[in-house]
């Protein structure tokens, strides 16, 4: 098997997740270098998790490590000069979502690596999530048939901005940051949307964006599906970082309730079954759901290079994501129901 080497960019809050990731895939992929443009950040980044070098100038540091791919895990509005930058170099990356802040960024950057020829992959990792996935396994299946109804919700008061401060600065702010990961779960139990209306609530006080985002859309089946995303609910227990199915198809249907508890009603039979994440050395609660995912996320993409194969979330497939976000927000400014682009 290959030794991948790797380089990662933006050692802030969320890095410590992929860097502690690549731990675990240390026998397929080695990170030999992170970069960040705050010095402290970098050095500690290198001395914490023993990667021998450390960088302040990205270009720097691709000219130097000449690495096999970039891991980019800053936050989005960096990310289109970076994608941009590896294609420059000839360079495979792997980029956190949001792909970018807005539909131009996000557009240039996958037109920047198909020029390149180099793989893009974004670390979508909702849909890698244990429960997630098994719910997928068994809707793509087939035993539930056609897709007709589906909810899919994450809804929640965890304090995101104590780890997280600059989302409170930002104005498009719950579609971007955790409606991307529920349109893209949405996606994957119903299929490309053909409309999407999308209502908006601003419940928290001081914070710019939106915290509470309603989509609906219609799919190119006919099927139904609601979208939602809350950084504003006040509940207990709290299902941070949870997000809760329910998938109606023409035999049969599946929910995933809390603590990854799967409830599916077939022709072949009902049953029950908990799709929990294994616990991780250096992962803990509320946590290890994602830390999991990340960890299955980065396993995918190592996979696909060595497979020579599209990453299930490449940029490409990430643009109908990021679609159903961009007419979320043009529904949220016209009142009315919004047809998304779709790509291939
Ligand atoms: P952060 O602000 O804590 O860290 C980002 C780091 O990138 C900072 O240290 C900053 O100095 C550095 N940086 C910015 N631009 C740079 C550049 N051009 N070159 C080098 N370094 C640069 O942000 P975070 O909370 O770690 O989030 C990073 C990304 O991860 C975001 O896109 C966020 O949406 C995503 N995220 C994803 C999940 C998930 O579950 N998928 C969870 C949390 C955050």
Not at 33 to 46: F, I, L, S, Y
Not at 88 to 96: N, P
Not at 185 to 193: D, H, L, Q, S
Not at 206 to 231: F, L, P, W
Request: net charge negative; glycine share 8%; with cysteine.
């Amino acid at each position: 098997m290959t030794l991948r080497r790797g380089a990662l960019v933006g050692c802030g809050f969320f890095a410590r997740n992929h860097l502690n990731a690549w731990g675990e895939l240390a026998d397929r992929a080695k990170i030999v270098a992170v970069c960040d443009v705050d010095g402290e950040k970098a050095a500690a980044a290198a001395a914490d998790f023993g990667v021998p070098a450390f960088y302040t100038d990205f270009e720097k540091m691709l000219a130097t490590e000449k690495p096999d791919f970039v891991d980019i895990v800053t936050t989005a509005p960096s990310h289109r000069a970076l994608v941009e930058a590896c294609a420059r170099h000839g360079v495979a990356a792997i980029v956190q979502k949001p792909l970018a802040p807005d539909w131009e960024d996000c557009r240039a950057l996958v037109s920047a690596m198909d020029r390149a020829g180099r793989p893009l992959m974004v670390h979508e990792n909702f849909r890698f999530q244990a429960p997630l996935l098994r719910a997928a396994e068994i809707a793509r299946s087939g035993v539930l048939g056609e897709p007709t109804w589906g909810r899919f919700a994450f809804r929640t008061g965890y304090d995101i901005y104590k780890g997280q401060p600059y989302l409170a600065e930002v104005e498009r702010f719950v579609l971007l940051d955790i409606g991307v990961h529920v349109l893209d779960v949405a996606r994957v139990f119903m299929g490309e949307a053909t409309t999407v209306y999308c209502l908006d609530q601003a419940i928290k006080q001081g914070i710019k964006g939106e915290d509470q985002a309603t989509v609906m859309m219609r799919h190119a089946n006919g099927a139904v599906s609601v979208s939602e995303c809350s950084y504003a609910s006040r509940q207990s227990p709290d299902l941070f970082p949870q997000t809760l199915i329910h998938f109606e198809g023409t035999k049969g249907s599946i929910r995933v309730e809390a603590d990854c508890r799967l409830v599916v009603t077939s022709p072949d039979g009902n049953f029950t079954e908990i799709a929990a994440p294994k616990p991780l050395s250096w992962g803990g609660e509320p946590w290890l759901l994602i830390q999991d995912s990340v960890v299955s996320t980065q396993r995918h993409w190592l996979d696909s290079l060595d497979a020579n194969s599209a990453p299930a979330t490449s940029g490409h497939d990430n643009l109908n994501t990021f679609a159903l976000v961009e007419a979320a927000y043009k529904s949220i400014e016209t009142g009315g129901p919004v047809t998304p682009e779709t790509f291939e």
